[in-house]
DNA sequence: AGCACA
């Protein structure tokens, strides 16, 4: 902070483009400031509303004759230079150009950001801000995250005058209460524009959502945060035991399937359902098993170890806050072994049941296949069987390729070939017969929203969403 | 009545 460094004399004005204005009325508006000044020239920006009166401006002409006219001129006026009727005293500015006239949070665009003050990220779903911020117009993406400024969160409209319709009428208000947790007492938004066009979501999760995009895949690590936050009698994060493991797979040289899972985790008891999906670029599976001892067992003696010699298809492996897992019955990436008995499930019943919760589980039963995934099997490559990967630490090291399952639910695999080779629309499940089942052929993760509804199948295949 | 913003 040194006084040399501003070397020019304050009251001593070199000529500018750009002129000081002062003594204005209280919140002149930059309308009054232009009728002004546009005699003189062309007004390429303004700024108003400076100092701690806030009764100062900023006026920059396109050209520095003109601001030299206005000057001279009022220099040798009789008469003042006046806004409602106060004299305004006019200099050159002794800079020469006005920066950040606007700041960028008040340059309107179809993206508001969205600071939520007085409440915990956990205290607002983002269900509750696409509520509210819905009542003006389709929210197409929202983000939330957290920072220095508190919780956030980016909402997408479709344009700027929907976006400020809503900044107009949200800005410094709050939630409704009814919305909030009890213990929240006041929850202000403060709204400004973000200079976001659109907004890069990758996946639905509980920080982030793309209404355009419902299939989007889920992130099932992040829709953990969904259920409530783990803390233990102490206070501190903690991991719970979970009846269902979380495995990260390491050094995937080889491709782990859902039979391999299988096998590999039943050996500690019965696996009830598996999942596969790709996080951060790797593989992890949940499984599910019926208890949380038998999860233990298999968490202790798995953890750490691989799938096959030579270091290929390490597991890591945590307790997931999952406890239950709704996954497709029948697909590439997920069994559900519950489902029924698979010896039935090979064969055709036609009255197999409906199942009261048949939308639990959008594939369904699959007693439509008939004879059809033989067939497709074979297409596949499939052989009837092959060398199952078992848990031998004797096993050579061998892609698991045409692995086919143990006679238990060798069954089960064919199903699930066949849905992977067959393009969507081709299945039979779309059959007539099969219109209890409406969405067996959506393939993408379910959004996380569509088993939280009575008959979310339905749900799922026209979300709420693309009602407008 | 006397020079902004972030």
Known sequence: MSTSSQPQFRYTQTPSKVLHLRNLPWECAEEELVELCKP??????????????????????????????????????????????????????NRHEIVNNKSPG???????????????????????????FSAFGFVHKIATFEKAAGFQALIQFTDAETASSARNALDGRSIPRYLLPDHVTSCYLRIS??????????????????????YLPVNPTAMEGLLQPVVGPDGKKQEPQSNVLLA???????????DVLHKVFSAFGTVQKIAIFEKNGGTQALIQYPDVTTAAVAKESLEGHCIYDGGYCKLHLSYSRHTDLNVKAYSDKSR?????????LATQVPGLP????????????????????????????????GQVPAWD???QARPPYGSVTGQTYQSLTAPTYVNAARPAGSSPLSQPGASSMPMQQQQQPQPPWANVRQGGAAVLGRPPYYSR
């Open 40 to 93: 003189f020239g062309k007004i390429v920006n303004t700024k108003c509303n400076v100092g701690a009166n806030r009764n100062q401006a900023f006026v920059e002409f396109a050209d520095l004759n003109q601001a030299i006219s206005m000057v001279s001129y009022y220099a040798s006026s009789s008469e003042p230079a006046q806004i409602r009727g106060k004299t305004v005293y006019i200099q050159y500015s």
């Open 336 to 344: 559900d072994y519950t489902i029924s008995d698979p010896s039935l």
């Open 106 to 132: 008040d340059t309107p665009g179809n993206v508001l950001l969205v600071t939520i003050e007085g409440v915990e990220p956990n205290d607002v779903t983002i269900e509750t801000i696409h509520l509210v």
């Open 393 to 395: 630490p004797n096993f």
């Open 193 to 214: 524009y973000s200079a976001h066009t659109d907004l890069n979501i990758k996946f639905q999760s509980h920080r982030s959502r793309d209404y355009t995009n419902p």
């Open 354 to 385: 409906a199942a009261p919760n048949a939308w639990q589980n959008p594939q369904g039963v699959p007693v439509h296949h008939g004879t059809d995934y033989s067939a497709s099997a074979a297409i596949q490559g499939q052989p009837p069987a």
């Open 248 to 258: 990260s797979i390491e050094n995937m040289q080889y491709a782990v399937t859902v």
